[in-house]
């Protein structure tokens, strides 16, 4: 099958203390605007147009119906690889996905078969590819589906901050992170005047310091923030030196449960304080909202170290995957290749 044809065709079958009290950091927050409420929209990255800015014109999408009513969908994005390989791996700037489903109503036990059967359904419309990965998002609570199909099953783990007052939040914290923030505090002024651009610019420009290849290109970056503010769903801050220059800037995105923290730069020059400021400040306008802060992961001991300062608790999140021999020779040759260039 060709799938760009698959893709073209799949692609639109859904439309879609704290900082100074004169600083607009520091303003009330906003109740976010149409956010993904539904059963089949369960995170801001399952809603069109967040892939459509992520992936414009690549994603495509299992849906399942009965009774003329959608009751499953899976976002998915098929990529080709070298040696004419296949991967079915999360888009760019989706961090969590998986199917979203809505089993109805009934007995919490024909309630599990439905959700099961619509999984499997969904699962099975996607084409067979050398590597399929993806992290489920928080209502998966089980992949038995996924096992039962011969794929892997693993578990990753990220940070929650749950809503509460500011000050109790405040007060769970490490005091050695407190001490962090109340010294930026002294030294950054935490500002969401900063624009996708400028952030796009500035994350990039730390990259290239740090002799590092980037993950996302400006183009997408922009791209993605864009459209996240201008729906009131995103909000990018900036620590500002009393100069005026930026020490570090964060980018946040939330739906109608959960605010993301998604992207992250700091110049090399500066120290974790500017990067534990803008996070306090994400976490109170998180809270304010009456949502809760996803620190996105927790990938190695010094992130796990940092973000455990910040209160909150560790939560498990499912990873399914399958991969071919020939993918993984493939994927070995290039990280021997990768580590030589290096």
Known sequence: MDLSVLKSRNARLVTSAAPSSDDPA?????RCSEPGTNLLNPTIFHESWWLDAAVPGQWSEATVSA????????PYLISKRAFGLTTC???DFVHFLGPAVDEGSGAPCNRALKHAQIVRELYEQIPRVDNFYQRMHRGITDVMVFAEAGLHT???FTFEIAPAPEQRIWSEMRDKTRNIIRR???RYTASDRISP???AAFYEANIEKAGHDSYYD???ITRICTAAVDRGRGRILCARAADGSISAAIFCAWDATTCYYLLSTRDRGQDHGATALLIWEAIRHASGMGLIFDFDGLYTRGNRVFFTGFGGV???RYVVCRNTLPYRLVDRLGRTLGRFRR
Do not use: H
């Open 89 to 91: 791996e999360m888009p």
């Open 218 to 220: 400006a183009e997408g």
């Open 184 to 186: 930026a505090q002294e």
């Open 197 to 199: 651009a400028e952030f």
């Open 26 to 30: 520091s303003a009330p927050p906003s």
């Open 154 to 156: 693993l578990v990753n």
């Open 314 to 316: 560790t939560r498990p």
């Open 67 to 74: 009774g003329g009513k959608l009751v499953g969908r899976f």
